[in-house]
């Protein structure tokens, strides 16, 4: 993690290091409240590196588990 910032509503938004390419990615407040819901830890990939593995492991590997 880099640095935290309050937004207007008093949330916490994020701006955090990739673990991959390095890169600053920032996590909205309303994403936290989304990860909590669905019971995952934030990322720590930024969303360009999360996307490039996803492209990896093709359609099929994406939707096998549902």
Known sequence: ???RDY???GMNQE???CQ??????IIEPEDFLF????KVPP???????RLL????MGSDAIW???
């Open 1 to 3: 993690m880099l640095s």
């Open 7 to 9: 937004t207007s509503n």
């Open 15 to 17: 701006l955090r290091k």
């Open 20 to 25: 991959n390419c390095k890169a600053g990615f």
């Open 35 to 38: 990860y909590e819901k669905i």
């Open 43 to 49: 990322p720590t990939w930024c969303p360009e590196c």
């Open 53 to 56: 593995v996803v492209g990896q």
């Open 64 to 66: 096998q588990g549902l």
